[in-house]
């Protein structure tokens, strides 16, 4: 019924998500882009749902469990490296070079 | 069965065990109490003399059942790979039996000898060391069953030559005097090696009886494969018994003390080649071309090496020079496919050089003593600074003269007969090509001039007025008992040596001759003998006793010892005399033609192209570099930033998803 509707706007969603992570530089919009592909995946599941069962359904539970787990931890770790470089700005951060 | 099992022949692996213990006994001895003289001469004399008196024994258990076969004893398998299986195995017969009593007995006298002439070095235990290990390895290479173990034996001495004449190490010229003598030999033993494989790969076997069974009907005589065979053997006995063009580590190896050049070079390692030859008779006699070969190559040497001998100052190069001869000599008679003759010169030659050479050892070490009481650095081996010797050494001087008449070839000395048996086959072979004619009247050359140069050694040693020096002529004096008994011994060897293989037209004739026939009949019979008639057989015997007599009465009539001055105050040689001195520069020709150029290429181009370039270069240096180089472009990847890695994993995540949905 809206299934194709909800898939379209599930795509769209995901690609501004990834556009986004892309592109930004900001770790607090990164990390809301990431959590914009989640729910775009959530929608494609939910959508799905209707047709194939309620293991979407339940699988959407799980995501959201760990969103938020995620978010907790993410926010924790951003918090932490403002504390210790004053920036947000992930081009200012390189520790990870080899 | 074995009539010789059973008996006292049983206990032949005994004979190489024990001076092989005394090794064992002496290099302990030369780490923990190299002082203990008492001890060390014990132990390293003893051995020998035992295995001397065992060798003996077994010989007299030889004689008593003279039709025996060779009695062959496994000791234990050495090597089984598929068809190849070579045992341990000791083979005594007739021929390994009088080597091994010429090896123990000529040995126990210059053991004798030596622990006389060592006394007062430093490194007595080590010497003794030595001097029983090559013992031990000569009797392996004599009575070794199969070429293998043969070889053994062959190396074994040959490590044994190495270290014996680099004794005296901390001097750079003896180190590398042993050196040359290694890697000369390595020659040699590469042409051994392939023998070996040939052998193997035509007959499928080793051992020396199964070869000279199989070898007659799986070649034709004068085969390519059987001439190889021989041929390679024959580079292999050039190396170790010094024949053209491999005898120069010979001269160069007088750098050791001289007990050593007595029983290692001249007594027996250098006589290792006649060996092989006499015992690889099958083989020789079905390549016509080879036996040539060695018969022509033999008397090249002998001619050669003793005209380079009649120029020589340094007592122990004549002797040398000698020994390279008279192995030439051995070299004509085993190529002649007179084998008892040239076992026969081979045995007489150990005693005389052997005396000959100890003789020099007493000389060089009254010499060295006179010198070192007024502390003269002069060359204690000049024959320039010697002189009138034989006042004061004349125990020395008497065995000395009868070795030098037995070298030349006056009867009825051991030497007359060996040597003239020698050129009479060779003469007898004539009809069949006249290159043996021309053997002959090499050898015959050799002969007037053996006897000149041996003369020559006499005169400016023993004759005429001392040149010592006046203050040394009061510190010479006769070596004490324990070296001139050893050359009393040799010289009554010398005397009567020859008994043992008289002329047929004497009573009990060529009696080493018949004992032998069992070991070289096959290849005698293969070879033909030719007989000479008994009027040439005269003729023969009378020019070569004319011969030996001209060149002593040239040397003693032309060469005025009275006219020479010491080594210090002498003039250059001029003209021949001086290409004579300076050996024909063969050293030098070497040097320039084979030595610079073989370290030519391999500095330029095996070390610094091939190993610094190639391999160094290309191979691990290369592989370094592309290891890096590719790291290099994978840490650029690495930039540490968040976006990067993003990028690189949503490509990585397109990517798969474009392989999945395709």
Same mark, same amino acid.
């Given at each position: ?59 959407v539970f799980f995501v959201m469990t760990v969103a938020a787990a995620e978010a907790a931890v993410g926010l924790a770790i951003i918090i932490a490296l403002y504390r210790h470089r ?13 | ?341 040239? =076992? ?62 037995? =070298? ?70 006769e070596s004490p008992g324990m070296m001139t008994t050893p050359l009393i011994v040799l010289a009554v060897l010398t005397v009567i040596g020859g008994a043992i293989n008289l002329p047929e037209f004497m009573p009990s004739a060529g009696w080493l001759h018949r004992w032998l026939e069992p070991v070289v ?72 033609? =084979? ?19 190639? =391999? ?47």
């Open positions: 019924m809206f299934l194709a509707p909800s898939l379209v706007i599930s795509a769209i969603l995901f690609t501004i998500g990834v556009v986004g992570v892309l592109l930004r530089r900001n770790a607090i919009v990164i990390f809301i882009c990431v959590e914009l592909m989640l729910n775009a995946v959530n929608l494609t599941f939910i959508a799905l749902s209707r047709q194939l069962g309620l293991d979407g359904q339940v699988f004053d920036t947000v700005n992930l081009d200012d951060i390189n520790l990870l070079r080899g | 069965m074995n009539p010789l099992q059973g008996t006292l022949a049983d206990k032949v692996g005994l004979l190489i065990l024990l001076p092989f213990l005394g090794f064992l006994v002496n290099g302990t001895l030369a780490f923990v109490r190299p002082r203990a003289k008492g001890v060390i001469t014990a132990v390293g004399v003893g051995s020998v003399a035992i295995a001397f008196a065992l060798a003996a024994g077994i010989f007299g258990k030889m004689l008593g059942s003279p039709d025996a076969p060779p009695l062959v004893k496994t000791l234990w398998p050495w090597i089984s790979a598929d068809l190849l299986r070579i045992d341990v195995a000791l083979q005594l017969d007739h021929l390994s039996i009088i080597m091994a009593l010429v090896i123990t007995g000529v040995g126990s006298l210059i053991h004798v000898f030596s622990a006389a002439y060592m006394g007062e070095d430093p490194g007595y235990a080590r010497y003794f060391a030595y001097l029983n290990l090559f013992v031990a390895f000569m009797l392996v290479l004599v009575l070794g069953a199969s070429f293998p173990v043969l070889f053994v034996g062959w190396e074994g001495v040959g490590l044994c030559s190495y270290l014996l004449i680099g004794f005296w190490f901390t001097d750079a010229q003896n180190a590398a005097a042993g050196l040359k003598a290694f890697l000369v030999n390595r020659i040699g033993d590469a042409g051994f090696l392939v023998a070996m494989f040939l052998i193997f790969k035509h007959l499928g076997t080793l051992d020396f009886i199964a070869v000279s069974r199989l070898a007659p009907t799986a070649f034709h005589s004068g085969d390519a494969a059987v001439t190889a065979i021989a041929l390679l053997l024959f580079l292999g006995c050039a190396g170790k018994s010094a024949q053209i063009p491999l005898y120069i580590w010979l001269p160069d190896a007088m750098a050791g003390p001289t007990p050593v050049s007595a029983l290692i070079h001249a007594a027996t390692m250098v006589t290792a080649g006649v060996f092989l030859v006499a015992r690889t008779n099958v083989l020789f006699a079905l390549a016509p071309m080879a036996q040539s070969v060695v018969a022509v190559v033999g008397a090249g040497t002998a001619l050669f090496a003793a005209t380079i001998g009649l120029k020589q100052w340094d007592i122990k190069k004549v002797l040398a020079y000698s020994t390279v001869s008279q192995l030439g000599y051995m070299f004509i008679g085993v190529g002649a496919s007179a084998y008892a003759a040239g =076992i026969f010169h081979l045995v007489t030659h150990a005693f005389f050089k052997a005396l000959l050479f100890l003789g020099s050892g007493s000389v060089i070490h009254a010499m060295h003593g006179a010198y070192h009481h007024t502390h003269n650095h002069a060359d204690a081996q000049d024959m320039r600074n010697m002189g009138g010797l034989k006042q004061y050494l004349p125990t020395t001087f008497a065995t000395m003269w009868i070795a030098t008449l037995a =070298i030349s070839g006056i009867p009825p000395l051991s030497g007359f007969f060996s040597k003239d048996e020698i050129l009479a086959s060779a003469f007898a072979r004539g009809p069949g090509g006249t290159v043996w004619y021309v053997v002959w009247a090499m050898g015959s050359i050799a002969a007037l001039l053996t006897a000149f140069y041996m003369t020559r050694l006499m005169l400016y040693t023993f004759h005429g007025p001392n040149r010592t020096g006046d203050a040394e002529t009061a510190h010479l004096h009949e096959a290849g005698s019979r293969i070879a033909g003998t030719p007989e000479l008639p008994r009027g040439t057989t005269f003729g023969l015997l009378a020019l070569a006793v004319a011969i030996a007599i001209a060149g002593i009465w040239l040397a003693w009539s032309r060469l005025k010892p009275a006219a020479l001055v010491p080594a210090a105050q002498s003039p250059e040689e001029v003209g021949f005399a001086r290409v004579l001195y300076e050996k024909y520069n063969i050293d030098e020709l070497y040097d320039a033609a =084979i030595v610079r150029p073989l370290l030519w290429i391999s500095r330029n181009l095996l070390w610094k192209t091939v190993d610094a370039g190639i =391999i160094d270069g290309g191979g691990v240096n290369g592989t370094a570099f592309l290891a890096r180089t590719v790291g290099w472009l994978g840490t650029r990847l690495q930039t540490g930033r968040v976006g990067t890695y993003v990028v690189l994993f949503v490509i990585g995540v397109l990517a798969i998803l474009g392989a999945l949905t395709r």
